[in-house]
């Protein structure tokens, strides 16, 4: 029982701590401000999120997601 214990609470303190130190679990995000987000999940929606680095082009990036003919294409300020 011991033994059972010791991998039962090391597991569970190793995915506490995962999600404490990493970040991972957020309530919220500001890309659930967007009405097209919520909307039609589980018909077939797939939501996609370009994330900026210093070779980013919003023009280029923005073209190139218009000839994939998604249904909404919204930019949203994360927080930082």
Do not use: W
């Amino acid at each position: 029982m011991t033994f059972e214990l010791t991998i039962l609470f090391g597991g569970v303190s190793a995915a506490i701590g995962m999600l404490a130190l990493k970040r991972a679990a957020h309530a919220y995000h500001p890309v659930f401000n967007v009405p097209e987000f919520c909307q039609g999940f589980g018909q077939q929606v797939f939501p996609g999120r370009v994330f900026e680095r210093s070779e980013y082009d919003a023009a280029r990036t923005r073209e190139f997601l218009k000839g994939l003919a998604p249904r909404a294409i919204s930019e949203v300020r994360a927080r930082s």
